[in-house]
Each structure stands twice: as C-alpha cells, then as structure tokens.
C-alpha cells in the first residue's frame, strides 16, 4: 500500500511527496533532514533536530506503520520535527 507523507521542520520548512511505504517514508524525512543541515548555523542546532527526527522515524515504523496498516492516517510531532502519514489504496 503506497502513502503520502508530509513533513515540517520547525524554522526550516515542510514539504510532502508519495512513498511506497513507511519505511520508505523514514528514509525520506531523515534525507530531508540531512539536505536541511545548511539551514543551521551550528552543528549543535542541526544534530538536535536529526536526533528528534530519528525518535519520530522509530515511532513511525512502529505505531505509524500500525495505524497505516488499518488504513488509518498517523501524525506525530516530536520537538520541532512533524510528520502526517496518510494511506492511499487498500489497508
């Protein structure tokens, strides 16, 4: 089952795209985070916002990947890193 994903980076920006499937959809919010790095001007800021977006993958291949399944919509915000994943197709 494919799904659309959407993201927001607090003070950096949000974007949203299709994926194939959760796990798809971790890899493109940690992409995201690491192409975002330029926005930070310190190591520090930038290391904390991949640390929350690395606690928001691990609860979206958990309880997101749940609730995708029964093709239901997750959303989780984790400091200034947010994510809504919505199932498309049959659960």
């Known amino acids: ?33 690491e192409r975002a790095r330029r926005a930070f001007g310190a190591e520090t800021s930038w290391q904390r916002v991949w640390d929350w977006a690395a606690l928001l993958r691990d609860q979206m291949l958990d309880a997101g990947c749940k609730a995708v399944q029964r093709g239901e919509q997750w959303s989780a915000t984790v400091g200034g890193v947010s994510v809504v994943l919505i199932p498309r197709g049959d659960p």
Do not use: C, F, P, R
């Open 1 to 33: 089952m494919g799904l659309y994903m959407s993201w927001t980076i607090d003070h950096v920006g949000s974007a949203g795209q299709n994926v194939k499937d959760v796990e798809a959809a971790g890899y493109a919010l940690m992409g995201s985070v």
